[in-house]
């Protein structure tokens, strides 16, 4: 398999999850600005979408969009327990989280990393931010991990994208738990070793 990613963005998740899996596996950065891979390649003709994370399969098939990559990845190794078994309400909880992280946290840090976003949509998104990462915190207070004691890559996703928080006006110290969360996750050593990889620590 083979990952395009950009340092640092949500394809941080699934080469977090691609380490913790165990799996044997590639990486190459993308130029998302001029959609060129760092080996020379069109990125758009990989994925038309231009966008971060797509994972090239073994198959040869491009697998795109980060919580399906991440569930493809956590099933190739079910005694890993990266996701529950799709069997029950726990894989349904799962991807409610990963529904959660995609479209009340992920999008929006959005209006953040790009110039010609308003204020007021800045405004909006940073009240929504405020709201939904204190809903976060109440959940995760008294756990380890988004699903209970165990790592799944639901953290992988929740771990990447509180690491924006750092880039925007957004500080964490309001949220203790999900300080103490973010040092938890961050010093697994399949963490350590993907934001190493990325050049991020
Ligand atoms: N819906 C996509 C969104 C992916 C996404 O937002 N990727 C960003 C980096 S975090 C990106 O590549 N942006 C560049 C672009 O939109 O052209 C997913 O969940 O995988």
Not at 7 to 18: D, F, Q, R
Not at 115 to 121: E, K, L
Request: glycine share 8%.
């Amino acid at each position: 398999m083979k990952l395009f990613y950009k340092a640092g963005a949500c394809s941080l998740a699934s080469h977090i999850a691609l380490e913790e899996s165990g799996l044997p596996y590639e990486i190459e950065a993308v130029d998302l600005k001029t959609k060129v891979t760092a080996s020379g390649a069109d990125f758009s003709k990989i994925t038309a979408k231009g966008y971060v994370p797509a994972l090239l399969l073994d198959t040869g098939e491009v697998l795109t969009e980060g919580p399906a990559i991440l569930q493809y990845i956590a099933d190739q190794v079910p005694a890993k327990h990266l996701a529950p078994l799709n069997d029950g309400m726990a894989r349904y909880r799962l991807q409610s989280w990963l529904t959660f992280i995609g479209t009340e946290l992920h999008a929006n840090f959005t209006p953040f990393f790009y110039p010609t976003s308003g204020s007021d949509w800045k405004a909006t998104a940073m009240a929504k931010l405020q709201h939904r990462l204190t809903y976060v915190a109440q959940h995760i207070d008294d756990k380890q991990f988004l699903l209970g004691n165990e790592f799944s890559i639901g953290d992988a996703y929740l771990f990447t994208v509180l690491g924006w928080a750092k880039h925007i006006d957004l500080d964490l110290g309001k949220w203790p738990a999900l300080v103490a969360y973010q040092e938890r996750v961050g010093a697994r050593p399949g963490v350590q070793a993907a934001m190493k990889s990325e050049g991020l620590i």
